[in-house]
């Protein structure tokens, strides 16, 4: 069956540190990729996303993501974390013979150390 | 753009009344939104696929009878939760996706919160 898996359920980083997030998902083909940002009660925000072309990908407020084939993983870095990054990530996966539907791993909840 | 608007944002109901959660995605078209669930501390998990003009598609272990689903256009979508038990208090996301996007994107809702007494 297809999956995403998020190893890490809590992550805890001092600020100005850098970050990696990972994510692995299951399956033969490149599927589309996507990073989501949820605060406490709120809803999704996307960082980033792959699609095709060059695998290191740029998002919003400092993310980046690098997809790489061979470990079927899609992790998320930020060279310098702020108190502001604590929240709850999740990657998700459209494997585009679902009808695109996205496939969400468990999570990883960040905090950030002052 | 791409903006997708969930009314209302929080609600509180009674055991055995029904709620309806709206779904709207403001200044785009599009033909399928899909309704989530999320429980605290946990990941989304799709609930159905809607397309506008056609009957809902359910995942596996959802009953169909207790949440109804209608697209009647191209904007809206809507969730309606049938005689609401305490159980079924959940944070309840929408995503929809749009016509002009050539990978399929989905954009997300902010979410409703049903808390049922």
């Known amino acids: 069956a297809q999956s995403v898996t998020q190893p890490d359920i809590h992550i805890t980083v001092s600020e100005g540190a850098s970050l990696e997030l990972r994510c692995n998902y299951s399956?033969?083909?490149?599927?589309?990729l996507f990073w989501y940002v949820q605060s406490p009660g709120q809803g999704l925000q996307l960082l980033l996303k792959?699609?095709?072309?060059?695998?290191l990908v740029q998002g919003i407020k400092g993310f980046e993501a690098e997809f790489k084939r061979s470990q079927s993983s899609f992790n998320l870095r930020k060279p310098s974390v702020h108190w502001s990054d604590a929240a709850e990530y999740f990657c998700?996966?459209?494997?585009?013979?679902?009808?695109?539907?996205?496939?969400f791993g468990q999570g990883t909840e960040l905090s950030v150390k002052p | 753009g791409a903006v997708v608007s969930q009314h209302p944002s929080r609600v509180i109901c009674k055991s055995g009344t029904s709620v309806k959660i709206e779904c709207r995605s403001l200044?785009?078209?599009?033909?399928?939104m899909f309704w989530y669930r999320q429980f605290p501390k946990q990941s989304l998990m799709l609930m159905a696929t809607?397309?506008?003009?056609?009957?809902?598609?359910?995942e596996q272990g959802v009953e169909k009878d207790k949440f109804l689903i209608n697209h009647a256009s191209l904007t809206l979508s809507t969730l309606t939760v049938t005689s609401a038990h305490p159980e079924d208090s959940s944070f309840y996301i929408c995503?929809?996706?749009?016509?002009?996007?050539?990978?399929?994107?989905?954009?997300f809702g902010p979410g409703t919160r049903l808390t049922v007494l």
């Open positions: 792959y699609f095709s072309g060059d695998t």
């Open positions: 998700a996966v459209d494997f585009y013979n679902q009808g695109g539907k996205l496939i």
């Open positions: 200044d785009f078209q599009a033909t399928t």
């Open positions: 809607s397309n506008e003009g056609s009957k809902a598609t359910y």
């Open positions: 995503s929809a996706r749009s016509l002009a996007s050539s990978y399929n994107e989905q954009f």
């Open positions: 399956y033969g083909a490149t599927p589309y």
